[in-house]
């Protein structure tokens, strides 16, 4: 009905990067990539998740090297083949209802060469309710350890207990003493929350994210980079105003640009 407003959806759509899935101007593929991680991960994605931009189920298959997405649809029922690894050692799916996590031994892992599979619930805990009953019988119920707060920022629900579905798989690593695998991957997770705020228009939340995140000593260069858009950000905030005035590097923003030597402080 209203002309405008369909056609900036569609224009936000035309507008987003295929890899990263964020604006261009906030594009972040320069410093994302996929890390090595010590566990076959899968992500049990329902249908409804598939194309919010806050799901962190499309992450991790950008970030995390071999991760897989499957679709979970209640009308088309998923087979143990399509998701049950032959050469894992065993599969673990995570849910709160499930047994506290076993302790590892670390001689038999060894012997056994092979590595452990962590399949991941992407979705609310209502759905996760009839996706778990199709998938439980495949593996083994692991409950986490998850405590403290969610840094996952792009969802209002991220209150005390709430994880995103990429820190659990952040808290399984760090649980089973993996943590320099954790550390990368939480470089890629923070990287993805800060750009998000930042490509929703959300300053003051990124400044504050960006201040307690590793992002900003590990991606100097792309951090530099955005502050230097940081003119357009504003003026994109202030839209209504005139923006001519204060873009001062407006062709700065949009290519690739080399890594110059000017210092804008956030
Ligand atoms: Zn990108």
Redesign the pocket.
């Known amino acids: 009905m209203h002309e405008g407003m369909a056609r900036s959806v569609v224009l936000q759509g035309a507008h987003r ?6 604006p ?1 101007r906030w ?3 320069a410093a ?1 990539r996929a890390e090595a991680c010590p566990l076959h991960v899968d992500v049990l994605q329902h249908a409804l998740e598939a194309h919010r931009p806050s799901s962190t189920g499309n992450l991790i298959p950008r970030v995390v090297e071999g991760a897989r997405v499957h679709l979970y649809r209640r009308e088309r029922p998923l087979a143990p083949s399509e998701i049950v690894r032959a050469e894992a050692s065993e599969l673990w799916i995570l849910h709160p209802h499930g047994e506290p996590l076993p302790g590892r031994d670390l001689a038999a892992e060894a012997a056994s060469g092979r590595k452990l599979q962590v399949l991941l619930l992407d979705a609310s805990w209502a759905q996760a309710g009839g996706m778990l009953a199709q998938v439980q019988s495949w593996g083994r119920r692991v409950r986490l350890p998850m405590a403290g707060k969610s840094r996952y920022a792009l969802r209002a629900q991220n209150g005390d207990g709430r994880f995103s579905t990429f820190e659990a798989l952040l808290f399984l690593l760090d649980a089973r003493g993996e943590a320099e695998a954790a550390r990368r991957l939480r470089l890629q997770f923070e990287l993805h929350v800060y750009a998000g705020l930042c490509s929703r228009g959300r300053k003051l939340e990124a400044e504050a994210y960006l201040a307690e995140s590793p992002v900003r000593e590990a991606f100097p260069e792309l951090i530099l980079e955005f502050a230097r858009k940081r003119p357009n950000f504003e003026a994109f905030e202030r839209a209504g105003t005139k923006s001519s005035n204060g873009g001062r590097s407006d062709a700065a923003g949009d290519g690739a640009g080399g890594p110059g030597s000017r210092r804008e402080q956030t």
Not at 17 to 22: G, P, S, V, Y
């Open positions: 990067c295929e890899r990263c899935e964020l261009p594009c972040i593929c994302q």
